[in-house]
């Protein structure tokens, strides 16, 4: 069983930084990728950011472009994404998913993601 559990949200306020963790298991990794999504009150499911276990390729939304990272750690299998200068904008329940298919490219589509965790608040304060 595929289990996806997210931690690390919070409440900080502008220009702070946050690093959500996202542990992954009962998942083959081979191939496949890991993305971050966001959704705010109201709004759609967004993409975020997502990288490739295999070689830690990575592609990014542009609103988070030069402010967020995302990394794994193969050994612990967990996908993180460090956050800094948060915005207000950047309040959302962020989360990680599991791809549901090997892929040649980074996708940024939540419908091909196959895996979800629970989800994790982050609010930032103006």
């Known amino acids: 069983q595929v289990q996806l559990v997210e931690s690390g949200g919070g409440l900080v306020q502008a220009g702070g930084s946050l690093r959500l963790s996202c542990a992954v298991s009962g998942y083959t990794f081979s191939r496949s990728a890991m993305g971050w999504f966001r959704q705010a009150p109201g709004e759609e499911r967004k993409f975020v950011a997502v990288i490739r276990w295999s070689d830690g390729a990575t592609y990014y939304a542009d609103s988070v472009k030069g402010r967020f990272t995302v990394s794994r750690d193969n050994a612990k299998n967990t996908v993180y994404l460090q956050m800094n200068s948060l915005k207000p904008e950047d309040t959302a329940v962020y989360y990680c998913?599991?791809?549901?298919?090997?892929?040649?490219?980074?996708?940024?589509?939540?419908?091909?993601?196959?895996?979800w965790g629970q989800g994790t608040q982050v609010t930032v304060s103006s």
């Open positions: 998913a599991a791809d549901g298919s090997p892929k040649s490219y980074l996708s940024s589509q939540a419908n091909t993601y196959a895996y």
